[in-house]
Nanobody
């Protein structure tokens, strides 16, 4: 059974930092890329690609809005998203997802999803 479990979401002030984690079980991370997606109030049910990391060479992708602020990394069965210099527009539910092979920021490419973790950036 494939499971992706997100953690680390919280309420944080603008300029603060959070580290999200996505623990993966039931599939081999060396076969799957992992992506992070944001569902924010302004997007309705759409999920915007934030960052992704490939399965084999560690290639990373970032949305323009988070470049220089967010860093994605992976270890044995967990993928982390370090979020620095957070802004109110980063608020929303962050989902991690698994995609067979290459990393993309298109949520339609992803096969398995976690339940999400809430990030709120506010004073």
């Amino acid at each position: 059974q494939v499971q992706l479990v997100e953690s680390g979401g919280d309420l944080v002030q603008p300029g603060g930092s959070l580290r999200l984690s996505c623990e993966v079980s039931g599939l081999r991370l060396d076969y799957y890329a992992i992506g992070w997606f944001l569902q924010s109030p302004g997007l309705g049910k759409e999920r915007e690609g934030v960052s992704a990391i490939s399965n084999n060479d560690g290639r990373t992708l970032y949305a323009d809005s988070v470049k220089g602020r967010f860093t994605i990394s992976r270890d044995e069965n967990t993928v982390h998203l370090q979020m620095n210099s957070l802004k109110p527009e980063d608020t929303g539910v962050y989902f991690c997802a698994a995609h067979l092979r290459e990393a993309t920021l298109n949520h339609y490419d992803y096969d398995y999803w976690g339940q999400g973790t809430q990030v709120t950036v506010a004073s």
